[in-house]
């Protein structure tokens, strides 16, 4: 464990990212496993423990740490908490899976998991409190937050819990054939065995560089994945065998269920999630042309539907009709398809972890829609990326993972001198969370507007942008609407 000791500056423009956490954290290394404390005072035998938040890494569960390098809690330690960073292994490392008791699968949520009853175990000692720890995590931290909500090995381990652009029911948090893609890998490496013990032993000896570099030929190859799930492969599976699975069965089923863990939560996303595509090769001329040709491939597995059923050709029809009015994906209806792709992608597995939470469990739910673009490191990254469409790809909607930069000092934006009005955002933003980790409601003195608890019967969420509103109803009510309507439509909940 790596502990660093941060004092918060005494205002926000003067903050800067604290010395990145040294040896392996940083990097791409097999020994990763470690863990950072961030305090904003020395602890006290006299004082109260704190509240902890810990905070799971993004980035599809294929790439991300819990280094400081580029995610600095300074933001976060001038509120009167203890902060947790911490690395989990990613890839093909973490959640490659031959379903069997040797590699069941799920290594990298495990590997949270320890991390968490590290924080229960020894926290203390650095000035929190372990009976009241938060986790909180983007995109696929925020899934991950949803996981360990369904998982009965992480119960006890937190009290409250924040899923920000990220659930366990998208569709490219969890993975499909898991035999298969290890197998798929294997033979990539040159692998000619098939017996999973030999497989096994071949692929821990293979060099871990050549592991990666086959994972990404795998990404690349299979295009339609792009469009379906991003083109994520090793991601969390249902583990059909091992002692004590970390996932027994389907989050979906476990949602249906009320299986999860009781305890406040908020959730939320972005106002447009769909640009995340670029990073994956999925908004250009080519991934235009390939669905255009495909247009089978808008239809979600999510709908159950076989493949090449009249329900599925009708259910491709209503699609292709609703988003984009019959005409192909082009650049001149690419917001229509950035919508598409954040709600199939996004909104569709909020809205329905949403519901279920509401339905089912005895804690307080907070919704929320994020829609302040002012200070976006995403649009700074897919300038870079792509500087021919990035106006088209970076519309006045904000951005997917743009909340990160309201919470989380971030290098890339060193260039971008902190506003009056950013200050006072990052303040709030970092208010809410402190005083939702500290009780269980985000309310407090400076919000400036009470944010009501969701509920079925009256809906509600905090519409949070330069200005914080308190909107009645739910988000994108007509899209979540006729996704609803396919699912009732096809007998799927």
Known sequence: MLLKMVLPPNNLSSVHPPDTVPGPALGTDEDCLYLSVFVNELPRKSSSLKPVIVFLNEGGFLIGSGSSENKGPDYLLHADIVVVFFNYRCGAFGFLSLENEEVPGNAGLKDQTLALKWVHDNIESFGGDPNNVTIFGLSAGGASVLFHLLSPSSRGLFH??????????????????????????????????????????????????????????????????????????????????????????????????????????????????????????????????????????????????????????????DIWDFYFKGNWISWTNIEDYLQYQADVQFNIGIDTTRRHLLKYSTAPVYTYLFTNHTRCFVCFLLELMHPKFFSKICTKETCHGADGSFFFHNSILHHLPLTQENKEDIKRNVDTLAAFASTGNPNHSDLGVEWRKDSLRNPCYMDIGTTWTLSEGTAFTDRMDFWKGLLQKYNSN
């Open 160 to 317: 409250k819990a924040v899923s920000r652009s990220g659930t366990a029911l998208d569709p490219w948090a969890l993975q499909d054939n898991s035999r298969g893609n290890a197998l798929k890998l294997a033979k990539k490496l040159g692998c000619s065995f098939e017996n999973q013990n030999e497989v096994l032993r071949f692929l821990q000896y293979a060099p871990a560089d050549d592991i990666v570099a086959a994972t990404t030929k795998i990404m690349s190859e299979d295009k339609e994945m792009v469009t379906k799930k991003v083109s994520l492969v090793f991601l969390p599976c249902v583990e059909i065998s091992g002692v004590e699975p970390f996932l027994s069965d389907t989050p979906r089923s476990l949602m249906e269920r009320g299986q999860f863990a009781q305890v406040p939560v908020i959730i939320g996303g972005c106002a447009q999630e769909g640009g995340v595509l670029a990073y994956f090769d999925g908004l250009n001329d080519e991934a235009f042309t390939r669905v255009n040709e495909n247009p089978v491939w808008v239809v979600p597995s999510s709908l159950g539907l076989k493949p090449g059923s009249a329900q599925e050709k009708e259910a491709e029809q």
